[in-house]
C-alpha cells in the first residue's frame, strides 16, 4: 500500500506570495493533519481534516489555511508569506474512526521563504 | 495546556550503549503517549506507544512504560546501532484529540560505531 505523499517536496518562495501544498493520504484514510516543523518552534500541530470538515485547529494566524476534498488528498494555504514560514510541512493520515487509530506521516514539503 | 518535555540533546553513544531518553508530560486526564523516530530527510515513523497507565510500548528492541505516578515515558534500549541514529520525539494526545499530536522539542542521537 502506498504511503503518504506530498507534493511539492521542496518550494521556494518570497515573502508577500502565497503557497499551496498538497497532502495525498493513504488509500482508505480519511482524516489528514497538518504539521509545521521548524527548528526554534518544533513540532507545531496546524488543523486536522475528515470527511471534507476541519476537525481541530491549532494556535495559528487566519494566514494558514486548508481544505479536503471528497477523496481525502487535503491542501494547505499560507498566504502572504513571512520569513518565519520557512519550515518543513507534514502531513499525516489516519482512518480518522476510533480513539487512538495511528498517524502515518508523509516526508514533508520543505518551505523557504527569502 | 497539554505539553512533553523531553531531555536535551545531542546524545552521542558508543556502539552496545544502554539508552535512555527522558520524557515527562503535562495533561489533563489519561493522554495516549508516543514516541516518533525521524530519520534524516524523512518523515516520521511511529516507534512505539501506549494507551493507559502501565502499559508497555515495545518495538525493534525499544521500549517505554506509561507512568501515570511521574507522568512520564521514558524511551529505552539495551543495545544500541548506528542505524538507530537519528531524532526521536516523545508525543502525546488527549482524550477526545486523537490526531492532534503535541511533541516533544526531540533529542537527536548519534551512535558511533
Known amino acids: 500500500k502506498a504511503g503518504v505523499t506530498q507534493t511539492p517536496r521542496y518550494l521556494i518562495k518570497t515573502r508577500g506570495q502565497q503557497v499551496t501544498l498538497s497532502c495525498s493520504p493513504i488509500s482508505g484514510h480519511r482524516s489528514v493533519s497538518w504539521y509545521q516543523q521548524t527548528p526554534g518552534q518544533g513540532l507545531q500541530f496546524l488543523f486536522e481534516?475528515?470527511?471534507?470538515?476541519?476537525?481541530n485547529k491549532g494556535n495559528f494566524p487566519g494566514r494558514f489555511s486548508g481544505r479536503q476534498f471528497s477523496n481525502s488528498r487535503s491542501e494547505m494555504n499560507v498566504s502572504t508569506l513571512e520569513l518565519g514560514d520557512s519550515a518543513l510541512y507534514l502531513c499525516a493520515s489516519s482512518l480518522g474512526q476510533g480513539a487512538n487509530n495511528e498517524q502515518f506521516f508523509g516526508p514533508g514539503t520543505r518551505l523557504t521563504v527569502l | 495546556g497539554d505539553s512533553v518535555t523531553q531531555m536535551e540533546g545531542p546524545v552521542t553513544l558508543s556502539e552496545e550503549a544502554f539508552l535512555t531518553i527522558n520524557c515527562t508530560y503535562t495533561a489533563t486526564g489519561y493522554p495516549s503517549l508516543f514516541w516518533y523516530v525521524q530519520y534524516p530527510g524523512e518523515g516520521l515513523q511511529l516507534l512505539l506507544k501506549a494507551t493507559k497507565a502501565d502499559d508497555k510500548g515495545s518495538n525493534k528492541g525499544f521500549e517505554a512504560t506509561y507512568r501515570k505516578e511521574t507522568t512520564s515515558f521514558h524511551l529505552e534500549k539495551g543495545s544500541v546501532q548506528v542505524s538507530d541514529s537519528a531524532v526521536y520525539f516523545c508525543a502525546l494526545s488527549a482524550p477526545g484529540s486523537a490526531r492532534q499530536l503535541t511533541f516533544g522539542s526531540g533529542t537527536q542521537l548519534t551512535v558511533l560505531p
Open positions: 481534516y475528515f470527511s471534507e470538515t476541519q476537525r
